[in-house]
């Protein structure tokens, strides 16, 4: 009896926090105001910015030889001397953010730069821009990080076949999708861009703990300490003082992205900050924010952020243990004041309401105990189903409409979503579901949930057309291991069409040194991929012999099977009926016709 009261009890105290929750999202007093650029946003979010975040260039001098770029571009760069020539610590977003760097850089130092560090993968792209085509140079990183960039271009994908809609989910995430004025104007201007990137790959990969002097500086590395991605590398510069790392970030860290990624474990990125606590050094470079100066001020920002982290972590295990869902503890769990108001803790990247369900899912998966939840109705029935009880289409309009009115946006969104499946070509649903994304968008302090908010109630007024996903380009493809892309060609297999085939097709690529062959064999359903044809236990039916660009275009949707077997320069060891046969129980995704959502026509 005392457990279930306790868990009774703990449920009351959730409810209580849940309505204070929701009161910014239902019904709650947010004030807005308007960005330079136009933008209408949440009033707190540049407030709260400006106090983390560089947005004036500055080259800040902490001591002797070491330097802090700031404010030139969405990631800083730390400068370390060293006897006759420099170390820098990231690199930028492109080959414009390293000569920015540069151009700095050589303002405070005739030295030239030797020895690039690489933070993580997300900042590798103006290395050629700052070695200038030295012809010695290091580049140091993670052991993971050459892998991370061909995989997925440092996006951090945990299942590279799906590396297609992370692409095109990121897109989605740094406001692609909303214009540089007026209203629906971001918070911030994107990282991603399409200028030429300068990516260079490390040349001395180290391990955590390892140490080495180079140029007359002496370094050590820790890489146990991930934060966004599994290639983060932090540095320890005894003799300096210093440290530069990815661990200490401008807001709350961001322990899910909503454009997927691997699973953010919380616990090595305490343990990091631990560490920075313990070295206790003078200085701290960080990848986004304010360098800080001064032992005590360096201890004192690690711990609060630290303690931010530790609260989630522990709070989520702790209402599991209670008895709480992942759905209850998205609303109930919120720092507490004191860490609240520590200015890196602040929540203008991603939302805490993001946070519990990712540990609940890694530890638990996604069933949170509520049997009713085992078998639910296919969503399509059930948004049928929620509109007739409503009392049909008019009635559920209505209904979003009174929650407009009542500024219940979070539910004015949930009701228009069961609408608009059930009536997604109707410009009026389309339009009172975009109406009620973009209010969510202009009242979040999230920079990351706005862009999906606008960018998706855009996208339903025909303003924009977001791709489901981004097919790789030819040059990802033939920077990749030959046999890569062949592999992934197994989660494309229509199980329809291939109910009664049972045959080993093979690609042999014919530029490549000794023209290695790389096979599929098709099953039933099921395409397994075959690394060395020649020792398979099954023979080889069809074997195309074909240049890897080819392929590699076929691949990316520039040329379909039939264009790719009719090629002068392509030859099959059969005829070229069966071996388009063949292709053709792959999915084939036109690069001209991407797959869309919200999309202005949609089949049903």
């Not at 709260?48 to 070491?66: E, F, R």
């Not at 509109?387 to 209505?398: C, L, N, R, S």
């Not at 090629?567 to 099959?572: A, Q, R």
Request: include cysteine.
């Amino acid at each position: 009896m005392k457990k279930i009261l306790s868990i009774a009890v703990t449920s009351l105290v959730m409810c209580g926090t849940l309505q204070a929750q929701e009161d910014k999202y239902m019904g709650g007093q947010i004030e807005t105001t308007v960005l330079p650029n136009g933008g209408i946003v949440n009033q707190e979010a540049p407030k709260s910015i400006v106090k983390t975040m560089p947005h004036q260039p500055n080259v800040v001098k902490l001591a002797d030889g070491i330097w802090s770029i700031e404010g030139f571009a969405h990631v800083n760069c730390g400068v370390i001397e060293g006897e006759n020539s420099l170390i820098v610590y990231d690199t930028g977003n492109d080959i414009i953010d390293g000569k920015k760097f540069l151009d700095e850089i050589k303002k405070v130092s005739d030295k030239p730069v030797k020895t690039v560090i690489y933070s993580h993968a997300h900042y590798v792209w103006g290395t050629t821009s700052l070695l200038e085509n030295q012809q010695t140079y290091n580049i140091i990183g993670h052991a993971n990080l050459n892998k991370n960039i061909k995989e997925s271009k440092g996006l951090g994908s945990s299942i590279p076949e799906l590396a297609p809609v992370l692409t095109a989910r990121a897109y989605e995430q740094f406001d692609i999708y909303t214009p540089n004025e007026g209203d629906d104007a971001p918070l911030f201007s994107s990282p991603i861009g399409k200028n030429e990137k300068g990516f260079m790959p490390v040349t001395t990969p180290v391990e955590d703990g390892q140490e080495l002097t180079i140029d007359g500086v002496k370094m050590q590395f820790f890489t146990n300490y991930g934060s966004d991605t599994d290639d983060c590398l932090m540095v320890y510069f005894p003799e300096k003082e210093v440290i530069l790392n990815n661990l200490y970030w401008p807001f709350y860290s961001n322990q899910y992205t909503l454009r997927g990624s691997m699973y953010r474990n919380p616990l090595p990125w305490m343990e990091g900050l631990r560490k920075i606590r313990d070295l206790n050094p003078k200085y701290l470079i960080s990848t986004h924010t304010f360098a800080i100066s001064g032992k005590d001020k360096v201890v004192e920002a690690v711990t609060n952020y630290h303690d931010g982290l530790a609260f989630l972590y522990d709070q989520t295990l702790r209402q599991t243990l209670l008895g709480a869902t992942p759905e209850e503890m998205r609303h109930s769990i919120q720092l507490p004041q004191h860490l609240a108001e520590w200015p890196t803790n602040q929540l203008t990247y991603g939302e805490m309401s993001h946070y519990p369900q990712n540990i609940y899912n890694n530890a638990l998966g996604w069933y949170d105990g509520n049997a009713t939840k085992i078998n639910t109705v296919e969503p399509s029935v059930e948004a049928q189903k929620m509109v007739a009880g409503f009392g049909g289409k008019t009635k559920m309009m209505q209904n979003i409409a009174t929650a407009m009115e009542n500024k219940e946006y979070s539910w004015a969104t949930q009701l228009s979503d069961y609408l608009y499946k059930v009536y997604p070509n109707d410009q009026k649903v389309r339009q009172q579901k975009a109406d009620a994304l973009r209010k969510m968008g202009q009242i979040t302090e999230s920079s990351i949930s706005r862009s999906w908010y606008l960018g998706q109630a855009r996208a339903l007024e025909n303003k924009v057309m977001i791709p489901h996903m981004m097919l790789p380009e030819v040059d990802e493809v033939m920077d990749s291991e030959p046999g890569t892309y062949v592999n992934l060609m197994r989660v494309r297999i229509d199980p329809e069409k291939s109910e009664d085939t049972n045959e080993v097709i093979v690609f042999e690529f014919t530029d490549v040194e000794n023209s290695p062959q790389f096979g599929l064999h098709i099953r039933k359903g099921v395409a397994e991929y075959v690394e060395s044809p020649a020792t398979y236990y099954k023979e080889k039916n069809v074997v195309i012999k074909v240049p890897r660009a080819l392929f590699a275009n076929y691949y990316t949707g520039k040329i379909n099977a039939e264009k790719l077997l009719s090629n002068s320069k392509v030859s099959v060891n059969t005829n070229k009926t069966e071996a388009q046969w063949l292709l053709e129980q792959f999915d084939w995704f036109d690069a001209k016709s991407p797959i869309l959502k919200y999309n202005k026509v949609v089949s049903k």
